[in-house]
C-alpha cells in the first residue's frame, strides 16, 4: 500500500478543523489500496488519526508542515511526510517476488506552495528523500475546487500529477544485474503519474466530521514496464470519521 494512501486520510482529518472548532483531532479511518507490485493482493487498512493544527505548525499523523509566508492568495510551507511505496520481500505472495531485495520507505522533505486561483486552489511542492534509502527527489503539482452541495456538506474533485526523478522510481521498481533468478535487469527512468481523486466531507457538528475519498493514480510506461509490477495505476478508497477538540 502507498504510503501516500495513509497521508491522505490523516490530512483530510486534519483539513476539517477549517471548519471544526478545536486544535486536536482524533479518529478512525479505513483504507483499501493496491500494491504495485507483482502478484500482491488488494490490503485493506485501519488506522487510527491523530492531528494537530496550530498557529503555524500543523500535524497529520504521519506528516508535519510549518507556515512560512501567507497572505490574501498564496501560502508557502515547509513539510516533512512520508514519500513513495516500500517493499519487504518476506510478506511477498509470490516465490519469484521473494527473491528481490526489500525496497525501503521514504521520507520526503521540501516545501510547498498553495496559490488560491479564485476559480480553484493550486498546489505546488518539491521535496528529497532524506533516509538516503531512495535517494532523490520528487515535484508534485494539484488543482481542486471546494464545492458546498448542502449545510456542512462539500465535495472536493481534485486533478494532478506526481514526477518522481529516475533515483527514486529505479530504486522501487528497477531490478538490479543478478538480484534474482527470476527477472532480468531493469533499469527505470525518471516517471510522471496523473491522478485524480474525489472527496466527500460532511461536518457533522462543530466538532464531528466524517469524509471519504476516491483516487485513481495512472503509472507512467517507465513503472508499467518493470518486470516486478503487475498493475497499470492504482485505484483507492477509505472512509473515516474524526473528532477534533
Not at 498546489?123 to 475546487?145: K, P
Request: contains cysteine.
Amino acid at each position: 500500500m502507498q504510503l501516500r494512501t495513509i497521508c491522505l486520510c490523516v490530512a483530510l482529518a486534519a483539513a476539517g478543523h477549517a471548519q471544526a472548532e478545536g486544535k486536536w483531532g482524533l479518529g478512525l479511518g479505513a483504507i483499501t489500496a493496491t500494491s504495485p507490485y507483482l502478484g500482491e493482493s488488494r490490503d485493506f487498512l485501519v488506522v487510527p488519526l491523530v492531528s494537530y493544527e496550530g498557529e503555524d505548525f500543523h500535524f497529520s499523523g504521519v506528516s508535519a508542515t510549518y507556515d512560512l509566508y501567507e497572505n490574501e492568495t498564496l501560502a508557502l510551507k515547509a513539510y516533512i511526510s512520508p514519500g513513495f511505496d516500500f517493499f519487504d520481500p518476506d510478506d511477498a505472495d509470490w516465490q519469484s517476488m521473494k527473491s528481490l531485495k526489500e525496497r525501503k520507505f521514504s521520507v520526503m522533505a521540501g516545501f510547498e506552495l498553495e496559490a488560491d486561483l479564485g476559480f480553484a486552489t493550486s498546489t505546488l511542492s518539491a521535496g528529497h528523500d532524506v533516509t538516503g534509502n531512495a535517494s532523490g527527489y520528487s515535484l508534485s503539482w494539484g488543482i481542486s475546487q471546494h464545492y458546498a452541495l448542502a449545510k456542512g456538506l462539500m465535495l472536493i474533485p481534485e486533478i494532478g500529477v506526481v514526477y518522481a526523478d529516475a533515483k527514486v522510481v529505479d530504486y522501487y521498481y528497477g531490478v538490479d544485474s543478478g538480484e534474482s533468478p527470476y527477472f532480468g535487469a531493469y533499469e527505470a527512468d525518471s516517471a510522471l503519474n496523473p491522478y485524480a481523486s474525489l472527496t466527500l466531507m460532511y461536518q457533522i457538528d462543530k466538532n464531528w466530521q466524517v469524509f471519504s475519498n476516491l483516487e485513481y493514480t495512472k503509472y507512467d510506461s517507465e513503472i508499467k514496464d518493470s518486470p516486478i509490477v503487475g498493475r497499470d495505476g492504482d485505484l483507492q478508497f477509505l472512509a473515516a470519521f474524526s473528532y477534533t477538540f
